[in-house]
């Protein structure tokens, strides 16, 4: 059976069908899953898209947090199973507490659209399992508050347990430490700000992202995740 | 029984220190440009006002304090500053 993700939509989400597009051309298959469902039984991954969540109001991700759905995210994530949070979706998880940190304005104020070089920099991680560390990855950024910080602190942390998942080769908005992407203790849950779904085809310049979300899929095998409710 | 008194909140909320605030620094960069020399240490933050009903000032203050921390500031990168007060009264008497 095909792996099932479950892409979650909040109003104002906007890359959901390039998400659902993304891995069903991997060969899984995908659903949207809407905000204020209160399930997410049945799938083997989530996938949290980018866009503007509740028009971004007060902060990125600050009201899709209480959003219905984050309560069976938030569960699915403890007992386990894949989470990805892609820009806005990564900005999500970081104010619903599922993953360190915040994301700020850019550094020089500018909304940034590129394709950006990045590195693994962890293999152990739900995106980048089997990926090895120093592959270097062409993936388009697309955000205005993607300027990833942390306390000193919790970078240690971060640095020491290897959950630097991907940084930048040429830090394009000030990222503490050129950090890309992060995943959680459990390295279950991960965030990142670039968009693997729009480097999934030849038409759009690059096939990159398509090597992440082949990992996610790969990583949420139905078998590995068979007590996820 | 008495009924509740209604409070005005302000809460404000700006950047750590430490956390990069660019708003601020493109503004202070940009005074000098409009001949408006000396003002340094800009800070860019917000306001929110509102209203609580309440017993008393303290139940007030505690409430919007639970506002500010769970909603309207990310600790992470922001802190806020929480102002409660009678509320004045306004408008047309009924």
């Known amino acids: ?229 | 029984m008495a009924s509740p008194e209604r409070f005005s909140v302000l809460v404000e909320v700006h950047l750590r220190q430490g956390i990069a605030d660019p708003q601020g620094a493109t503004i202070e960069r940009a005074l000098p440009a409009l001949g408006l020399g000396g003002v340094t240490g800009v800070r860019s933050g917000k306001a929110f006002r509102f209203d609580i009903a309440a017993d008393d000032e303290a139940s007030a203050l505690a409430l919007a304090t639970v506002v500010a921390d769970r909603l309207l500031a990310n600790p992470v990168i922001e802190e806020s500053a929480v102002t409660v007060a009678p509320a004045a009264v306004t408008g047309p008497t009924a």
């Not at chain 1, 995210?73 to 894949?82: C, D, S």
């Not at chain 1, 062409?138 to 942390?150: L, V």
């Not at chain 1, 459990?186 to 480097?199: I, K, S, Y």
Request: charged share 15%; net charge negative; with cysteine.
């Open chain 1, 1 to 229: 059976m095909a792996t099932r993700v479950g892409v979650v939509m909040f109003p104002g989400t906007n890359c959901e069908h390039d998400a659902v597009l993304a891995v069903q051309r991997l060969g899984a298959s995908a659903d949207i899953v809407w905000h204020g469902d209160t399930s997410v039984a049945g799938y083997d991954a989530l996938v949290l898209p980018g866009g503007f969540a509740h028009g971004d109001y007060l902060r990125p991700g600050a009201i899709a947090r209480f959003s219905p759905v984050m309560e069976a995210v938030g569960r699915f994530a403890a007992e386990g199973g894949p989470v990805v949070g892609i820009c806005n979706g990564f900005q999500v998880l970081t104010e619903a507490g599922l993953l360190p940190g915040a994301l700020q304005k850019n550094r020089g104020l500018r909304f940034l659209c590129t394709t950006v070089s990045v590195r693994v920099e962890s293999s152990a991680s739900v995106l980048t399992a089997g990926v090895p560390v120093g592959t270097e990855l062409a993936i388009p950024i697309n955000h205005f508050e993607g300027n990833y910080t942390c306390d000193r602190e919790t970078l240690a942390v971060l640095r020491d347990e290897d959950r630097v998942v991907l940084r930048y080769v040429d830090n394009p908005n000030g990222s503490v430490d050129d950090i890309a992407g992060v995943c959680n203790g459990a390295r279950n849950v991960v965030g990142l700000m670039p968009h693997p779904e729009r480097a999934s085809d030849p038409l759009l310049g690059s096939v990159d992202g398509a090597v992440l979300l082949g990992a996610l899929l790969a990583s949420a095998e139905p078998a590995a995740q068979a007590t996820v409710a």
